[in-house]
């Protein structure tokens, strides 16, 4: 989900080592990424560059302020789908002015396949949410996409629907 570019290659493995521990997506694809961090250092300050903004932190600094000051600012970040906005920094899906929190594994659902509109693999989708399992459930995750289905249905009444061809799971539009 996010792509970090960093020349200071120590800074770029702490920032990214402290988003795996937030539990924010991190990606090395910029295909695949939301969002596209360029951080460099100019004149004692750190300089953080996306989405045609920009915000300046003195070094040295806290890593949790810098975390602070960024998530404030893309946390606003959303995508528009079906007449809803996924802000996907938040977990969270809004339709209608209705607003709901995602849990973790419905969120990462989502993400998925949000992020890959053609289709993913359900093996693929199942590995990427349970990537310890050694025993491959595919109900497990089907019970979780009609988990996510009702809840979003109940929580803001979005009804969002899925199709399935020869294993690739895509959101029908």
């Known amino acids: 989900m996010i792509k970090i570019n960093c020349d200071e290659k120590f800074i770029e493995k702490s920032i990214k080592d402290t988003f795996i521990q937030k539990k924010f997506f991190t990606t090395e694809n910029e295909i695949a990424s939301f969002l596209n961090i360029n951080i460099s250092i100019h004149n004692e300050n750190l300089i953080s560059e996306f989405n045609n903004d920009k915000f300046v932190i ?23 789908i079906d007449g809803t906005k996924y802000f996907p920094f938040q977990q969270c ?28 693999d359900k093996t693929l ?15 497990k995750l089907d019970t979780h996409l009609t988990n996510l289905k009702k809840y979003l249905k ?18 029908k539009n």
């Open 125 to 139: 989708l199942y590995s990427l949410i349970w990537p310890n399992e050694k025993v491959l459930q595919i109900n």
């Open 93 to 120: 899906v809004e339709k209608n002015n209705k607003k709901t929190k995602l849990g973790e594994i419905h969120h990462k659902i989502f993400y998925y396949l949000v992020f890959k509109n053609n289709g993913i």
């Open 58 to 80: 003195k070094v040295p600094f806290h890593l949790e302020t810098y975390l602070s000051l960024l998530f404030e600012k893309i946390s606003s970040l959303y995508l528009a």
């Open 154 to 171: 109940e929580q803001i009444e979005y009804e969002i629907t899925f199709s399935s061809t020869k294993g690739i799971i895509k959101i």
